[in-house]
């Protein structure tokens, strides 16, 4: 426990004009200065000790008022002001300026030498960071052990106990995930803390702690230091933090994560009936059919796969999500198709979330593939009319036209498009003329979705005009080439 202004005070029985104002406030260190303006040396929490030799050389009134003024912002804990050598007491004009500004003046009698204030009190604070060393390691081991056996909520528990205060634990749009120590008006702070909303908190002090990645946290701990335990809240709070980033996700602590939901999603197009069994059931798909979602941000800014994980814990489903390249692919059981789209429609209308989700129909888990072309159309749909989901069974005349072609209408609907299978093996330039004809012939918006500089967009057009024969800037030929694309989907030629 860190002495007050009031106990050093009580301790060197110091006068105070200044009053009861500040005497509750913390010291963490002493520094003696005559200096006009001591803060380029200070660090906040300081008993500062001075004759005032240097402050009021010029015009007194002003030279105190600047001089606290100072200090005040400084976070000054208190000024121990000694007599007797310049002044035979404290100014009017300082006690009055530190009233002002809440600051505790100390009258320092020339009998109590200046080296007996510090070394007393930095021998004690020595000892007492010791001991506050001892219960910040104390505290860790007691929230990492509770970490294991009650989660989040124990983590928060535990905490609050050992601060001696509130703490709260938020998602990142305010809701409360846990809660101890708080009331309601606490509640409501801790929210506007959390939210940037700093005009309408009412408990001055509050702190906030990102849990997860410190750009875009996913949750947020809001904790009320108690003015004797700052510093050990801070540490505690930091490393609850970490505790619960692990706590909310134990899997997020690297890219294996990430790669196993990948391999499961690319097993499960597989198409391979044992493999993907067997990742059905590690994954509790084997209930019935699954759909497929393919997303896409028209921001690059955007980290379109976390939100999905979100959605996807919110909504107790099984993250299968894999990320490639702009796309996010998601795989969902068939009776929470509903809840899915109601889910995407509300980050995108009333949580700016700028995507676009297209999904395809129910299909058993070995014909994932199916579903996923079938996404990719609705995907182009949504982005094209700019809307925020778009189901593949909406589409009834695309749907009948594409899988009632004989193969020779199919030929013939994607012979436009031939010298560019035959000519592009990587297929790049198949795909940036179709995010070019997504984007409504948009050539900003098209470069920026595909990663590239419109100039190299301009260039592969080109290309395509050279090879097909066919030009973007003729609406006929945009339609022939539109419609030979979703053919081509639908049925892909080797």
Known sequence: MLETVGDVAQRFRLRVPTGPTGLDRPIRWTHISELPDPTPWLRGGELLLTLGLQIDRLAPREAFAAYIRRLA??????????????????????????AEHGLAVLEIPSGIPFQDITYQLNGDLLRTGAAESRLIAEGVSS??????????????????????????????????????????????????????QRSRIRHPGLTVYGVGDPVRP??????????????????????AALLLDLALNPLSGGDTWGLARADAVDALMSGDQGLVQRVSARWNLLAGNVAVALLRSRSRAVPLEENVLEWCAELDLPPLVSSESSLVTVILPEDELGRWSARVCEAVEREGVPARCGVGTTQPPSA?????????????????DARPVVEFAELPTQRLILQHLDPAARAALTSPLRPLLENDSTRTLLRSLRVFLSENNNWEAA??????HRHTLRQRMGRVEELTGLSV?????RVIAWLALQALQADPIP
């Open 143 to 196: 929230m990492t052990k509770v970490a294991r056996s009650a989660g989040p909520e124990g983590i928060v528990a535990t905490l609050s106990a050992r601060i001696d205060s509130w703490a709260v634990l938020m998602d990142r749009r305010g809701r409360t995930h846990a809660a101890v120590g708080a009331a309601r008006v606490h509640l409501d702070d801790a929210r506007a803390a959390a939210l940037g």
């Open 73 to 98: 912002e400084a976070r000054v804990a208190a000024l121990g002001f000694g007599v007797g050598v310049r002044h035979t007491s404290v100014p009017e004009p300082l006690v009055a300026a530190a």
């Open 218 to 239: 996913r949750a947020h701990l809001v904790v009320a230091p108690r003015p004797d335990r700052i510093s050990l809240t801070r540490e505690l709070a930091q490393h």
């Open 447 to 452: 470069s920026s979705q595909l990663g590239i």
């Open 473 to 477: 800037g003729v609406t006929e030929d």
């Open 368 to 384: 994932s593939l199916l579903s996923r072309r079938q996404a990719e159309q609705a995907l182009e749909v949504a982005v094209a």
